[in-house]
């Protein structure tokens, strides 16, 4: 059998004919390498790239090019500042050479990641949803919101030496007991920070209005300078401790004995101006303090 040989004309599918567009109608079709003009544009270019590879080992018919340096351009018009791209002259260093990854490009590494510094040389950071506690050893503490727990049951009712030694860690006497009330952090906090780190805390539901009252009276009791200078307070006539009670009851007696003295005082001082400098607007009017409690806080 005798296969005759078609001719066939071949092309490429997915292109338009160029007869098919309006743009070629009517213009002679001719081949760009033909002019000779175009043809030495195309040779002064190829001539250009050689030059910049002159040199280069050439091994069995396969040539190793080499990039050309990044201060030296075939096109000085085009020439780039290569840092604007995160180039440095050591950047090929940081590349590796026992992996093939010839079929990768290669893009240039952003700089190492720069070592930080010890703990101890940053200084904390504070913000509106932290507290800071300092300690008599020098930590401070940074504290936020959802960190500080409620407490743990107590009672120092009954137990004042107790208190004493959970009050302040800078006293003499600090001694936190194995189930201190509150342990942040593995810090025990003593308690004269307490105020400090519940009223700063909106978020650990009312402890800091369950704790306030107490708080207040352990702080009374503190402010003596001595046990003994309290208890010379707190006695009854047979030179017995009075419980915390009781304690509790002249305690609230004297603050707002002072309270009145001060408020006194004030009226004194600002006469007729008292009412306008104590006091607050409330839809569109002013309305005075009454309490000596309040007036007190301004």
């Not at 078609?6 to 390498?33: M, N, W």
């Amino acid at each position: 059998m005798v296969q005759e040989m078609v001719a066939t004309t071949l092309c490429h599918t997915h292109l338009p004919e160029r007869k098919a567009s309006g743009i070629y109608a009517g213009v002679q079709q001719t081949d760009p390498f033909e002019n000779p003009g175009f043809a030495r544009h195309i040779t002064s270019i190829v001539e250009e790239h050689l030059a910049v590879y002159q040199g280069s080992p050439v091994t069995d018919a396969v040539m190793e090019l080499s990039p050309p340096s990044l201060s030296e351009s075939p096109h000085p018009s085009m020439d780039l500042d290569a840092t604007h791209f995160g180039l440095t002259a050591a950047s090929t260093d940081t590349i590796p050479t026992d992996v093939d990854h010839s079929d990768s490009p290669i893009l240039p590494l952003s700089e190492p990641p720069q070592a930080m510094s010890d703990a101890s040389e940053q200084r904390p950071v504070m913000s509106y949803d932290k507290c800071m506690l300092s300690f008599a050893d020098g930590i401070r503490l940074a504290i936020c919101k959802n960190e500080v727990p409620p407490t743990q049951p107590f009672s120092y009712n009954t137990d004042l030496q107790r208190l004493i030694q959970s009050w302040d860690d800078c006293s003499a006497d600090w001694a936190p007991p194995p189930d201190h009330p509150i342990v942040i952090h593995g810090h025990p906090i003593p308690i004269k920070h307490w105020g400090e780190l519940y009223r700063f805390n909106k978020m650990a539901n009312g402890e800091w209005k369950r704790l306030k009252s107490h708080w207040s009276n352990w702080q009374a009791y503190q402010a003596s300078s001595t046990p003994e200078a309290f208890w010379d307070t707190f006695s009854d006539s047979d030179s017995r401790h009075l419980n915390f009670s009781t304690i509790t009851k002249i305690l609230k007696e004297k603050g707002q004995q002072e309270d009145n003295n001060i408020v006194t005082e004030a009226k004194q001082v600002f006469d007729k101006e008292f009412a306008n400098q104590f006091g607050y607007e409330k839809e569109g009017r002013w309305v005075g303090m009454t309490r000596h409690s309040d007036i007190v806080k301004m």
